[in-house]
């Protein structure tokens, strides 16, 4: 049976939805009681367990956390899960953050596209499904997660006290479906600056680049005093700046040279890219001038730098299923006192995040540099045999007239969440435009996500029948 198509009848309702939940400013901040990820999330909480209750449906708040509508009858759960977080707006905004709104087939602001848009196209399919009276032995839930976006502890706290789904799915990746997680760890880098006998040459007043919205720093700035350099140095610390591609300097209002990196390609690198915080760790343990970071700065780009692949740090590993483990240099913050910079460890499925931890901190620990693990996402593998991959693929074929071929991921969806249960399935179409998630003026083309309803739909059918 194929029903995709009458979710259209809900087109305008789902259009509305989406830009009254995008103007929510629903990312986290300052826990309230019952409120543990801020107003702002609760609101977008709340506001779904409101509209979802008017629709007929069954709601449950899990403290703030989660909560969840529910349709149908049976032992078993079957669900969906979306989230209702967003990362902050950033900068570079043409259009009101928070506006929703709706412009030339457009749906413009933070989360329109990651995940409020899918959050809402889900909850007017499960109303379709309710409308036509299908039922099956199992019930299918609609998941509303809070924090997906800063740790997914919502879940956590969640499936403490909720019932695991038996099959479900999380439309916040692409089609077809992604089976395939890698382990993700951020790892982050510190050293305190120890008393010296002698001055640097070259003093690094502040060194910051990357933020957590990107994968790939695209900025890098080092502010510096030259007052120890002689005229000559300086001369030729300036003419190696203007030899580098994409690195440039100026002077601030302290006399102060500030250098900026930024990102470059690489053609004969083995991945193409290299990011801006690796082009400034370079740089400046390359020119043959002490720093008050030298150690700090020469582990970084000994150990990881532009390398992708994790030779340098002793991790290098992969298989099959995932390919090969990648390193990323994500962020760096340094000042007179402090640095520490977070890394990104993306590890294949059948290899142990324990044990990569334990040897990247025997290497730094030589080195005299701390370590701490911040955020751990373990990897999901659901094999092409399970009821889910299945029952989904049934459903992309029906709607797309394709074949649903299996994809992996570096990146993580609430499919952490589920013990190999649950994959990512949507919402961005394939070939589709960069509906710039993460980025200043993020959107959905309503057209777009009319084509995921229909194919979302259909998903929710194959999981709810027998």
Known sequence: MIIGKEIHKYRDAITAGISELVQIRSIMSTPKPGKPFGAGVDHALKYMLRLAESLGFEVTDVDGYAGHAEYGQGEEIAAVLVHLDTVEEGEGWTFPPFGGLIENGKIIGRGASDNKGPAVVALYALKTLMDLGITGSRRLRLIFGTNEESGMKDLDYYFEREQLPVMAFAPDAGYPIFNVEMGSMNVVFSSAQEPSSTKPQLTILSLKGGNMLTLIPETCTASLSLALLTD???????????????????????????????????????????????????????????????????????????????????????????????????????????????????????????????????????????????????????????????????????????????????????????????????????????????????????????????????????????
């Open 232 to 466: 000559s140095q300086v001369a030729n610390f300036l003419e190696a700046v203007n030899l580098e591609v994409n690195m440039s300097f100026s002077y601030d209002n302290n006399g102060s040279l500030v250098l900026t990196a930024g990102s470059e390609f690489l053609a004969d690198s083995p991945t193409g890219s290299r990011n801006a915080i690796a082009n400034m760790v370079a740089f400046l343990s390359g020119q043959g001038l002490t720093t008050n970071w030298d150690n700090f700065l020469q582990f970084l780009n000994s150990k990881i730098g532009a390398e992708k692949g994790g030779q340098s740090l002793g991790i290098a590993c992969s298989d099959s299923v995932s390919g090969a483990l990648v390193v990323y240099l994500r962020t760096i913050s340094c000042d007179l006192h402090r640095a520490e910079a977070l890394c990104n460890i993306r590890y294949p499925v059948s290899h142990d995040g324990a044990g990569i931890l334990s040897a990247v901190e025997g290497l730094a620990g030589k080195a005299g540099i701390h370590i701490e693990l911040t955020r751990h996402l373990l990897p999901v593998y659901v094999p092409e045999t399970h009821p889910v991959i299945v029952r989904l693929s049934r459903a992309y074929k029906k709607m797309t007239g394709d074949k649903a071929v299996l994809l992996r991921m570096g990146a993580g969806t609430y499919a952490r969440k589920l013990r190999n249960n649950g994959v990512a399935f949507g919402a961005g179409l394939p070939g589709g435009v960069d509906t710039r998630v993460h980025q200043a003026d993020e959107f959905i083309f309503i057209d777009d996500m009319m084509k995921h309803a229909e194919i979302c739909l259909q998903g929710m059918y194959e999981l709810l029948i027998d």
